[in-house]
């Protein structure tokens, strides 16, 4: 056959050896559970936490500097992650 698929066939693809590689990496679960972290800080500063009284103050909590937090580091790991699985298929397709 000219068009096997590569699933069937037994070998892996690119794709699959890159999933692979997300679902075993610590890193992209690590990333991925600092960042729910930090959407869910957010939500709650926004929902019960953040109010202006009748003298125009506004009154925070400490979940917004933890959500920038969170976010922050969650994103920088997953651009980390997401940096180093495509040098590691880049430099296995070249060797």
């Not at 693809?13 to 992209?28: C, N, P, R, V």
């Not at 909590?61 to 980390?80: K, Q, R, T």
Request: with cysteine; net charge positive.
């Amino acid at each position: 056959m000219i068009n096997e698929n590569p699933i069937t066939t037994g070998s892996a693809t690119t794709f699959q050896l890159i999933m692979k590689h997300f679902i075993k990496s610590k890193m992209f679960w690590f990333s991925l559970i600092v960042l729910a972290i930090g959407i869910a800080f957010g939500y709650l500063e926004n929902t019960f936490y953040q109010y202006v009284d009748e003298s125009g103050v506004l009154h925070e909590s400490y979940f917004m500097p933890l959500s920038f937090l969170c976010i922050a580091i969650g994103g920088i790991g997953f651009f980390v992650f997401v940096i180093k699985t495509i040098w590691l298929t880049v430099k296995k397709r070249t060797s």
